[in-house]
């Protein structure tokens, strides 16, 4: 069984690990994703397509087709052995994960636009000299001779970038279950905000969303509360220190007062 969930890249940063030494680490704000259809061996396949992110607007056809949904930005599917478990309108969040897993990342690479041989394909080039001016980045011979044609495949200048690419046995650092951002070692494909496939080896945990904000609700109002005791208390004490301070100038005015008059004044007078 498999653990999947979709999320966005959201940049890189660094983690101080328990023994000290710095990790390079890329954030992924993933999920919650909601299971938008479930595919069996009606459909020829077993898959489970799952929703993530939402927008304000969407097609009528994508509307009935997440009737009782949100409106959701990205689909995407999982294939799957069971679909027992799956069942459409459940959500799962990032609590299907564990610090210390080996997740497979796929997202589309940056786009470079057209390049040439270097770049896109690591060509040395030419030597900088011995005549062999303005061809110091060229492909040079292509070698099609018998065949007089160009072959398939011939490593040649063109676009670069925008494929899908999937790198395996990535770690998970961290993650912040609040916020619901995953922090992997290294780096994976894509610009900011692009889209993320993670896979992982386990057992996907469904999760009740409702429940979770009642929970946050609630501990979010006992934070209040303790802010609120905090202040009486720091109020309670300014208070006290300031009548504290006034009867000691009060004692210290009383003391000047009652204090005798030095004879050396007296004969002065």
Do not use: W
């Not at 770690?171 to 992982?200: C, F, M, S, W």
């Amino acid at each position: 069984m498999a653990k999947f969930i979709l999320g966005k890249k959201m940049g890189m940063t660094q983690k101080f690990l328990e023994d000290g030494t710095v990790v390079a680490t890329t954030v992924i704000k993933a999920g919650p994703c909601t299971i938008a259809q479930v595919k069996s061996d009606k459909d020829g396949y077993k898959a489970v397509q799952v929703g993530f992110d939402t927008k304000r607007v969407i097609n009528k056809p994508l509307a009935g087709h997440l009737k009782g949904l949100a409106n959701f930005r990205y689909l995407r599917e999982f294939r799957v052995l069971d679909t027992a478990n799956f069942e459409k309108g459940k959500v799962f969040d990032l609590s299907s994960f564990e610090v210390g897993d080996q997740i497979k990342v796929t997202a589309i690479s940056k786009g470079k636009g057209f390049q040439g041989v270097v770049k896109r394909h690591g060509f040395h080039g030419s030597p900088a000299s011995h005549g062999h001016k303005d061809q110091l980045r060229m492909p040079g011979s292509i070698g099609a001779t018998d065949a007089a044609r160009v072959f398939k495949g011939t490593r040649m200048a063109g676009h670069m970038g925008v494929d899908t690419v999937t790198v395996p046995n990535l770690k998970i650092v961290e993650i912040d279950q609040e916020n619901n951002l995953l922090y992997v070692k290294g780096a994976i494909p894509g610009h900011r905000n692009t889209l993320v496939k993670i896979v992982a080896d386990g057992d996907l945990t469904f999760v009740d969303l409702e429940a979770k904000k009642e929970v946050k609700s609630e501990a979010t109002e006992e934070t209040a509360v303790e802010a609120e005791v905090k202040e009486e208390v720091t109020s309670e004490a300014v208070e006290n220190s300031e009548v504290a301070t006034e009867e000691k100038e009060e004692t210290k005015v009383e003391e000047k007062v009652e204090a005798p008059v030095d004879s050396t004044e007296e004969q002065k007078s």
